[in-house]
């Protein structure tokens, strides 16, 4: 029986009802895996593997450095961050974070302090950054594919939204002839995500250069996404975007998410790369501070202990999970040539995922990505991310930080799934 007040629609009485910009958040990673999630058959005894989100924390071979954990217990125990930070972040975590990005530059320019912002993770830096960039009518250039919180935030904050292709043949790299026609007057950034979140890719210096000047001739800045920056285990040196910062203002996301494994701990940055003051002189400084003024700040202990995670981590670490990483992107790309259906453009050489291509025509029952999804979670206790969520329909993005056992098994389930729906000669 419908509700009503005295005779009339319940509904029509109460004068609120819900923000439906927010309906942008329906095609997010978090979204479309609940989904998934829900596809599971409950007469499946096997375990479910999850290789759909960048989080290898379940698996036991991913466990941060005790060095780190060390850092944050001491932070704890010195009782002297139990309070509010200041709005920017604690000094500390500023100055160590800035000289720890600074070693990777080869140029004579360096950070200092008053150039980092703490945030919430990279997600928070994300939200920061497009909220800073939202005038109106303004837009932004975002690759496809993509990592789909950028452009969620853009549309709940109404700006314009323009795609790049990213081109497979060519290691994922950005169609450069393509951005240049996008961008107009109200262009105000692109963005690049380097080491690449879905490709897998690390680009080279030069082709990182090219972008930085054709930033530069359209008088945009770079938002130069490295939250995966150094897990790099191919022929490509991660090399940051700061490097051309000379150049072009570049706007550097990181966290010690990914690093570190420690996603949990949410410990992010936004870095301003600005040697010729361009982005104090256009008031993005002041915004980017406006803006941390009326949003939430990482946990104050978390702040405290990143000095001594930054300096305290060791090497052997750090070459232990690539080294880790390298064998399951090797296996991964290897075992992904013998299922039908399925084409792996390039082996991964960076971050934790790489995209593979649905070849439809080959397979029986499948009508798109995320049918092919739901019916691999649902038959096979397996859970990838349909492409759609990152802008490439009729992909997948597969995440190779795994035990190798457990991905193992994930291919011989996903080899038995395509070999089933294989069509028929």
């Known amino acids: 029986m419908m509700d009503t007040i005295n005779g009339s629609d319940h509904s029509k009485h109460w004068k609120f009802q819900g923000n439906k910009g927010l309906d942008a958040a329906a095609i997010s990673v978090r979204g479309v895996l609940n989904l998934l999630w829900q596809n599971l058959s409950p007469n499946d005894e096997r375990p479910t593997i999850v290789l759909g989100c960048g989080d290898p924390t379940q698996f036991p071979s991913y466990r941060t450095n005790p060095a780190a954990v060390e850092a944050v217990a001491d932070a704890l125990l010195s009782f002297e961050f139990n309070s509010y930070p200041p709005t920017v972040g604690v000094p500390q975590a500023r100055r160590a974070i800035a000289k720890y990005l600074s070693n990777d530059l080869i140029s ?10 703490l945030t919430v993770g990279c997600t928070q830096a994300i939200d920061v950054v497009i909220s800073v960039l939202a005038r109106p009518g303004a837009n932004i250039l975002l690759p496809r594919p993509g990592y789909p919180q950028y452009e969620a935030r853009a549309a709940q904050e109404k700006l314009e939204v323009r795609h790049f292709d990213l081109v497979p043949e060519k290691g994922w790299e950005v169609d450069l002839d393509s951005v240049e026609p996008l961008a107009d007057n109200n262009t105000a950034a692109i963005v690049i995500v380097n080491p690449s979140n879905p490709c897998g890719s690390v680009y080279k210096y030069q082709h990182l250069k090219k972008i930085a000047e054709t930033a530069r001739r359209l008088g945009i800045l770079v938002i130069a996404d490295e939250v995966y920056g150094h897990l790099v285990f191919g022929s490509n040196p991660f090399v940051p975007m700061a490097e051309f910062a000379s150049l072009v203002p570049v706007l550097t996301l990181g966290s010690i998410s990914k690093r570190w494994i420690v996603p949990g701990w949410r410990l992010g940055w936004l870095v301003t790369n600005d040697p010729n003051g361009i982005l104090k002189k256009t008031g993005i400084v002041e915004s980017i501070k406006n803006c941390l003024d009326i949003t939430c700040d990482p946990a104050t202990f978390i702040q405290g202990a990143v000095p001594q995670i930054l300096e305290k981590s060791n090497e052997e670490f750090f070459s232990n999970i690539r080294n880790i990483m390298r064998e399951a992107a090797e296996i991964l790309y290897e075992r992904l040539k013998a299922i039908p259906g399925l084409t792996c453009p390039q082996k ?8 593979v291509k649905l070849n439809l025509p080959l397979l029986e029952d499948i009508v798109d990505d995320v049918d092919f999804c739901l019916k691999l979670a649902r038959e096979e206790s397996v859970i990838f991310l349909p492409g759609v969520a990152v802008g490439l329909k009729n992909w997948i993005r597969i995440t190779f930080a ?14 038995a799934f395509c070999k089933r729906h294989a069509k028929k000669p």
Do not use: Q
Request: proline residues 3%; charged residues 30%; hydrophobic residues 40%.
């Open 348 to 355: 991964p050489e960076g971050s934790m995922v790489v995209m």
């Open 108 to 117: 004579s320019y360096k950070l200092s302090e008053d150039d980092v912002y």
């Open 402 to 415: 795994a035990e190798l056992s457990s991905l193992d098994n994930a291919l011989g389930r996903l080899r």
